[in-house]
């Protein structure tokens, strides 16, 4: 049975490249350097990057590998959430991510010209301002209680 989408190049009888639309690979990496992540409060120093592409397969007799072509999404998690998707299948609608890029967004106007890539997540309000806000709305409601119980 051939396939219709299955493209194949030969040099010889026992070196060809194949190439199928449904052929990917996927890497992941450990990165270093600054990054703000969505779904995390912290700027993160250290992060996982999960890049997807499209494959070819290369056939030199007895040898075979799969290399990666075009890149289609490259996404960045903390180490944390990485873990998350790994230990805890099916549950909600995933884990969160950053995406870092995607060739399905050319023309869109937030590329970033240099790179290709999407725009940097916004920076994280520091976690302890909203505690912060939070303890002073409870202190001012407790002085005011107070005060109400003095009076009384």
Known sequence: MTDQWLKRKSKSPTEYTETHPSYGCIGISQVSGKGVLFGSEVSHQHFISITISEARRVVDEPREFVMSDRELVRIAMTQAQFAEMI?????????PCTIERFTGDAGQPWVNPKHGGRPQPPSPEHYTKKYKNAMGERVDLISSRLKELLSA
């Open 87 to 95: 230990t805890s299948p099916n549950r909600g609608s995933g884990v």
